[in-house]
């Protein structure tokens, strides 16, 4: 059966059991004895709710589908059982700096799959963040969601939870990923001590990450939710799996794109041992022919695709703007490009 017919079958044979809040049911469908959510929700914001509804992540509270009846609009979610980190935080539930790391990361995980989309959660705190029954970390209620564009200079309506609203949300600039991103800094620092950063700062590497988090001014934050699950991840060495995130073709977690770039890598590879043999050229020219390919592949490959996070590990660049770095390291690495086939055809 066509999925959509499906979800509409349900959601006309719902049945309300209690109000969550205002315009918002937790309703069941008898013949699996399944709960939904069901939420009014603004015209203004269907279509955010479509793109939400076609996100398929094991982070966010899964978004079934979106309904119109006259000049209403509701959308059905799926109710997910667990328990809030308002109501842990709240019951004295304290948390170890590997559990409030990876809590984050799970958070962090989900806000990737909304931002590559353009979509702006808005609104993380730990009313919002379920850890449910089988120990999935999920950002629920995008009640406030919104798209980034570049147009605007600041939000159309001024909302956010006090604590962890950014201030570019009190109407001074428009939402972006780094707003998200001071959220999920503030959210990291109740975890591991209960407080927020101003009445007490992490202490430690964490604690590190939390005050790039809350900078006020958003150019100084980690511009992207890669690079915050990069600081996560630990030590300054990357892990497999960090290294992986980073690595183009594999940042999506799609099979099929990562199929590719093993590809695209295993020949890569092939062609600069291919030109190694090529060479008819004394023992040094082993040694120059090296850094010709450090200068023509490696060093662009660095620069245009900000693996690692070189674009914020330099101190001249760590704080400069996102449009900034761009424009010097890719530059850079056009710069590294022409320098390295210059030096390979002085020794072919």
């Not at 399944?34 to 966010?60: D, F, G």
Request: with cysteine.
């Amino acid at each position: 059966m066509n999925p959509q017919l499906r979800y509409d079958y349900i959601y006309e044979n719902l049945q309300p059991l209690t109000a969550l809040s205002e315009g918002t049911w937790l309703c069941i469908y008898p013949p699996r004895n399944t709960l939904y959510v069901k939420k009014e929700i603004p015209q203004a914001c269907v279509s955010y709710y479509h793109t939400l509804a076609s996100i398929h992540s094991r982070n966010l509270a899964p978004v079934l589908f979106v309904t119109e009846e006259g000049d209403t609009a509701f959308v059905l979610s799926e109710y997910v059982s667990g328990q809030s980190l308002a109501g842990l935080l709240q019951e004295g539930k304290t948390f170890s700096q590997e559990e409030a790391r990876d809590i984050c990361t799970q958070v962090c995980f989900g806000l990737w799959e909304l931002h590559r989309r353009g979509l702006v959660h808005r609104d993380i705190n730990p009313n919002n963040i379920i850890i449910s029954s089988d120990n999935v970390v999920k950002i629920i209620d995008f009640g406030i969601v919104r798209s980034f564009t570049q147009e605007k200079n600041r939000d159309t309506v001024i909302m956010g939870t006090p604590g962890y609203a950014a201030p570019e949300q009190f109407g001074f600039l428009q939402s972006d990923a780094r707003t998200d991103i001071y959220a999920v800094g503030v959210l990291l620092n109740q975890l591991l001590t209960g407080r927020f950063p101003n009445e007490r700062l992490a202490p430690g590497k964490l604690g590190t990450v939390v005050r790039r988090c809350v900078e006020i001014d958003a150019q100084k934050r980690f511009s992207s939710i890669d690079q915050l699950m990069n600081q996560l991840s630990g030590s300054g060495v990357p892990g497999l799996e960090t290294v992986l995130d980073t690595l183009p073709g594999f940042r999506s977690r799609r099979g099929g794109q990562a199929f590719g770039a093993v590809l695209l890598y295993l020949l890569a590879g092939m062609a600069v041992v291919q030109s190694y043999m090529s060479l008819k050229t004394p023992p040094w020219g082993y040694a120059v022919h090296t850094v010709s390919v450090l200068f023509s592949t490696v060093i662009p490959f660095f620069c245009f695709h900000n693996f690692l996070n070189v674009w914020e590990r330099f101190p001249f660049t760590r704080y400069a703007s996102r449009k900034s770095q761009k424009i010097l390291f890719r530059g850079l690495g056009i710069v590294s490009l022409f320098i390295g086939l210059a030096i390979f055809g002085s020794i072919a």
